[in-house]
């Protein structure tokens, strides 16, 4: 069964980047869309981006638009996001999903596969 496995959290101070990555062994993220979600102490799990698997079709939550980047690179069988001018507010877990429909929306009840987790903390 497809497992993602999320790398590239970690402490970072407000303002500053980090760039997560979505791999996953033996199977072929391109056929795939892909999400990134993320659940902050005490809130409930929410939508960050998420690409579909031509990459022609790409969402983004409001809070994030114009700071985060959701890429793909096929030929190294990973999804990446990008997040750029962090702010205390992005602190949560953040968890890469997969699933084979075609139209992504950004809703987690619309993945199947999910990772388990990678900590981002944004402080100073």
């Known amino acids: 069964q497809l497992q993602p496995v999320e790398s590239g959290g970690g402490l970072v101070q407000p303002g500053g980047s980090l760039r997560l990555s979505c791999a996953a062994s033996g199977f072929p993220l391109r056929v795939y869309a892909i999400g990134w979600f993320r659940r902050a102490p005490g809130k409930e799990r929410e939508g960050v981006s998420d690409?579909?698997?031509?990459?022609?079709?790409?969402n983004y939550a409001d809070s994030v638009k114009g700071r985060f980047t959701i890429s793909r690179d096929n030929a190294k069988n990973t999804v990446y996001l990008q997040m750029n001018s962090l702010k205390p507010e992005d602190t949560a877990v953040y968890y890469c999903a997969a699933d084979l429909r075609t139209f992504p929306r950004l809703q987690s009840s619309d993945y199947k596969y999910w990772g388990q987790g990678t900590q981002v903390t944004v402080s100073s």
């Open positions: 690409i579909s698997s031509s990459g022609t079709i790409i």
